[in-house]
């Protein structure tokens, strides 16, 4: 345990002092981002304007989704998406050798190796998105702190679905459509799940578990959310990591390198 | 003339067969584009009650058409000429007689072919969810609305070319490219239509090349025409200066490219 702290802090600050050579880079992602949140404001304003609301969502806690969903963006773009990349890469050029042979567990090297700090502006944004909207409802700091457990159980099943994509890799070498088609559909979790017609809403609690990323921390945080959802949440995530590392041990049955 | 026809066509049947080979691909490259059908359930469920001036069935008709409008004008040149430009590729196409803009257009134009049964099978996945919707464009409407896509294209792809040529000056020109996405998402009425905006911003974006790119072809395809002399004029005078913006670029740039690892 204490072995992988160290070399994960050792991960990090190198992949933190290569990123930062590109200083320059910050300040346009944090404008991209800036831009991004006010088109989502602005997006979801158009529902608000006409005396309209989400069933049982008002303005503020529609804005806590919405904040939830840009952290969450935040965590993929810091962690997620640049160590997927990386496997495709390894596939592709049959580099994974090298990760194989290291006496960690290559799941953890593939899926820690990385950190991007360009994802930080997100997460910024959206804390404070969430915070404004926690202060108008009038939320404590217990409130926040419970939301804290379904959004980490939210993160472990985003990274599960992202990482068993990332294992495709083994079979498919070139992902990035697919990869695609799963960011394409977690847009939804920018509005609460109750928003959805009935076909929608079973399509996004059960067959892409948007729900989970965003609507239940939101309700969590708002009291409403009950134990049953958290107990689902809990055991979503739980049931994903292990079967996140199963398929990633199955997968690699089929690794035969490349170009040796 | 003529040798421009035969160069198109062979282009366009090369690249076709390219695009055919990875028909696995293309299907993911359809389904990533479901940002509108996404928008189209919070929009029926939202004009359930009437507070909107549109009904369930017109949402349903506009984001359907938005889709097959997405499909058609889905654009990636600046991802292609950034890597060509940056890894000194470019360098061989310039050798060529044909200037290499064509080449990543007729790649992008053979792609509509192969992506078009796949398109049309997920709107009538739909139609199935939403059997009251079924609609047929008038015929007028239809020929204008195809025309508005072809232009919408076109415009779309100058522009993103003209930002591609930002890669003989900096490495990062996709950065242009994903400014410029977020204000082509929010203002073409992909997230929802142009008449559910407020008066104020709805006024100030008609004069931006946006909602020509969506919004206009859409409404045409709904049988819901809105100005379409003006829409096709201000599409063409958009081309016209992005055309000579590029074009411009385009002198500049070569003078400043060095052909790097070439």
Same mark, same amino acid.
């Given at each position: 345990?204490?072995?992988?702290l160290?070399?994960?802090?050792?991960?990090? &600050? #190198?992949? $933190?002092?290569?990123?930062?050579?590109?200083?320059?880079n910050?300040?346009?992602?944090?404008l +991209?981002?800036? !831009? %991004?949140l006010?088109g989502?404001?602005?997006g979801?304003?158009?529902?608000?304007?006409?005396?309209?609301e989400?069933?049982?969502?008002?303005?503020?806690?529609?804005?806590?989704?919405?904040g939830?969903f840009?952290?969450?963006?935040?965590?993929?773009?810091?962690v997620?998406?640049?160590?997927?990349n990386?496997?495709?890469?390894?596939?592709?050029?049959?580099?994974?050798?090298?990760?194989?042979?290291k006496?960690i567990?290559?799941?953890?090297?593939l &899926? #820690?190796? $990385?950190?991007?700090p360009?994802?930080?502006?997100?997460?910024?944004?959206?804390?404070?998105? +969430?915070?404004? !909207? %926690?202060?108008?409802?009038?939320?404590?700091?217990?409130?926040?702190?419970?939301?804290?457990?379904?959004?980490?159980l939210?993160?472990?099943t985003?990274y599960?679905?992202?990482?068993?994509?990332?294992?495709?890799s083994?079979w498919?070498v070139?992902?990035?459509?697919?990869?695609?088609?799963?960011?394409?559909?977690?847009?939804?979790?920018r509005?609460p799940?109750?928003?959805y017609?009935?076909?929608y809403?079973?399509?996004?609690?059960?067959?892409?578990?948007v729900?989970?990323?965003?609507?239940?921390?939101?309700q969590?945080?708002?009291?409403?959310g009950?134990?049953?959802?958290?107990?689902?949440?809990?055991?979503?995530?739980?049931v994903?990591?292990?079967?996140?590392?199963?398929?990633?041990?199955?997968?690699?049955?089929?690794?035969?390198?490349?170009?040796? | 003339?003529?040798?421009?026809?035969?160069?198109?066509?062979i282009?366009?049947?090369?690249?076709?067969?390219?695009?055919?080979?990875?028909?696995a691909?293309?299907v993911?490259?359809?389904?990533?584009?479901?940002?509108?059908l996404?928008?189209?359930?919070?929009?029926?469920?939202?004009?359930?009650?009437?507070?909107?001036?549109?009904?369930?069935t017109?949402?349903?008709?506009?984001?359907?058409?938005?889709?097959?409008?997405?499909?058609?004008?889905v654009v990636?040149?600046?991802?292609e000429?950034?890597?060509?430009?940056?890894?000194?590729?470019?360098?061989?196409?310039?050798?060529?007689?044909?200037?290499?803009?064509?080449?990543?257009?007729?790649?992008?134009?053979?792609?509509r072919?192969?992506?078009?049964p796949?398109?049309?099978?997920?709107?009538?996945?739909?139609?199935?969810?939403?059997?009251?919707?079924?609609?047929?464009?008038?015929l007028?409407?239809?020929?204008?609305?195809?025309?508005?896509i072809?232009?919408?294209?076109?415009?779309r792809?100058?522009?993103?070319y003209?930002?591609?040529?930002a890669?003989?000056?900096?490495?990062?020109?996709?950065?242009?490219e994903?400014?410029?996405?977020?204000?082509?998402?929010?203002?073409?009425?992909?997230?929802?239509?142009?008449?559910?905006?407020?008066?104020?911003?709805r006024?100030?974006?008609?004069?931006?090349?946006f909602?020509?790119?969506?919004?206009?072809?859409a409404?045409l395809?709904?049988n819901?025409?809105?100005?379409?002399?003006?829409?096709?004029?201000?599409m063409?005078?958009?081309?016209?200066?992005?055309?000579?913006?590029?074009?411009?670029?385009?002198?500049?740039?070569?003078?400043q490219?060095?052909?790097?690892g070439?």
């Amino acid at each position: 345990m204490e072995r992988y702290l160290k070399v994960l802090r050792l991960f990090w &600050s #190198t992949a $933190i002092a290569a990123e930062l050579e590109y200083r320059l880079n910050f300040l346009v992602t944090a404008l +991209i981002s800036l !831009g %991004g949140l006010a088109g989502s404001l602005f997006g979801l304003s158009l529902f608000y304007r006409n005396d309209y609301e989400f069933e049982g969502w008002s303005w503020e806690a529609a804005l806590l989704v919405l904040g939830l969903f840009t952290v969450l963006q935040g965590f993929s773009a810091m962690v997620l998406i640049p160590n997927l990349n990386k496997i495709v890469n390894q596939v592709q050029q049959g580099t994974l050798d090298f990760v194989l042979l290291k006496p960690i567990s290559s799941q953890f090297w593939l &899926s #820690t190796r $990385i950190i991007s700090p360009w994802g930080l502006p997100d997460v910024i944004f959206g804390l404070v998105m +969430i915070g404004y !909207g %926690g202060r108008r409802l009038g939320l404590g700091w217990v409130d926040y702190g419970l939301a804290i457990l379904p959004l980490t159980l939210g993160a472990i099943t985003l990274y599960s679905l992202w990482f068993m994509l990332g294992a495709t890799s083994i079979w498919f070498v070139k992902i990035y459509n697919v990869t695609e088609v799963l960011r394409g559909l977690l847009e939804a979790g920018r509005f609460p799940i109750a928003a959805y017609p009935v076909a929608y809403r079973v399509f996004f609690t059960f067959v892409v578990p948007v729900a989970f990323l965003t609507t239940v921390p939101a309700q969590t945080m708002l009291g409403q959310g009950g134990r049953w959802w958290l107990l689902a949440s809990a055991l979503l995530a739980s049931v994903l990591v292990v079967v996140a590392n199963r398929f990633w041990r199955f997968a690699l049955r089929f690794y035969t390198s490349a170009s040796s | 003339m003529q040798k421009a026809f035969k160069v198109s066509r062979i282009m366009l049947s090369v690249y076709y067969a390219y695009m055919v080979e990875y028909r696995a691909e293309l299907v993911f490259w359809v389904l990533s584009g479901t940002f509108p059908l996404i928008l189209m359930g919070l929009w029926v469920e939202a004009a359930q009650g009437d507070q909107f001036n549109l009904s369930p069935t017109d949402l349903v008709r506009y984001f359907l058409a938005v889709f097959l409008v997405r499909q058609f004008t889905v654009v990636w040149v600046i991802w292609e000429f950034e890597r060509e430009v940056v890894e000194g590729r470019l360098s061989p196409y310039l050798l060529q007689p044909v200037d290499p803009a064509w080449r990543h257009f007729f790649s992008h134009v053979s792609e509509r072919f192969a992506r078009l049964p796949f398109a049309f099978l997920l709107v009538g996945l739909f139609l199935l969810l939403y059997p009251y919707a079924a609609w047929w464009p008038r015929l007028d409407n239809l020929l204008l609305g195809l025309l508005a896509i072809a232009l919408a294209f076109c415009l779309r792809f100058l522009m993103q070319y003209t930002f591609a040529l930002a890669a003989f000056w900096t490495e990062r020109a996709s950065a242009l490219e994903q400014f410029w996405f977020l204000l082509y998402t929010f203002l073409s009425g992909m997230i929802a239509p142009l008449s559910l905006f407020p008066d104020a911003v709805r006024e100030v974006v008609l004069w931006t090349p946006f909602p020509y790119l969506i919004y206009f072809p859409a409404s045409l395809l709904i049988n819901r025409p809105e100005h379409v002399a003006r829409g096709f004029m201000a599409m063409i005078l958009w081309s016209a200066l992005f055309w000579a913006f590029n074009r411009w670029l385009w002198r500049q740039g070569l003078k400043q490219y060095s052909g790097m690892g070439a």
